[in-house]
C-alpha cells in the first residue's frame, strides 16, 4: 500500500464533506420551530388538541406541517434581514387559516 500524498489526503476531506448533509436544514427547522413554538404556542396547542404522542413528536410533526405549508403557499414565515434581538421581526402568517386548523386536526387524530 503506498503512502497517501498531502494533496490526495485534502481532496479526500474535502469529498468526504460533501457527503455530510448540510447544517443549515436542521438549523433551518430550529428556526421554523422556535418561531412557532415561541411564547407557549406548542404547548398549548398540545394541550387543546390533545393527541395521542408526547409533546416532542408532535412539536416534530407540526414543524414538519408548517415547513410543507410554507412550501405549499399556505403558510409563510416572515424573518428580519439581518439576525435581531427583537422577537417580534420573526413571524409566522397563515395564508389559509382554514387549511392550518384542517391539517392540524388531521395530524392530531393521527396515531403517533
Not at 476531506?13 to 438549523?27: F, H, P, Q, R
Not at 410554507?70 to 395564508?95: I, R
Amino acid at each position: 500500500m503506498r503512502p497517501t500524498g498531502k494533496m490526495t489526503a485534502i481532496l479526500r476531506g474535502l469529498m468526504a464533506n460533501e457527503l455530510v448533509a448540510s447544517d443549515l436544514l436542521t438549523k433551518h427547522r430550529q428556526l421554523i420551530r422556535m418561531i412557532w413554538t415561541r411564547n407557549g404556542t406548542g404547548e398549548q396547542y398540545y394541550r387543546v388538541l390533545a393527541p395521542d404522542m408526547p409533546y416532542n413528536r408532535f412539536e416534530a410533526k407540526v414543524t414538519d406541517l408548517l415547513c410543507r405549508g410554507a412550501n405549499e403557499g399556505w403558510v409563510e414565515f416572515v424573518l428580519p434581514p439581518s439576525p435581531s434581538s427583537d422577537e417580534s421581526a420573526y413571524k409566522l402568517e397563515f395564508k389559509d387559516e382554514d387549511r392550518f386548523i384542517a391539517e392540524l386536526e388531521q395530524l392530531a387524530q393521527k396515531r403517533a
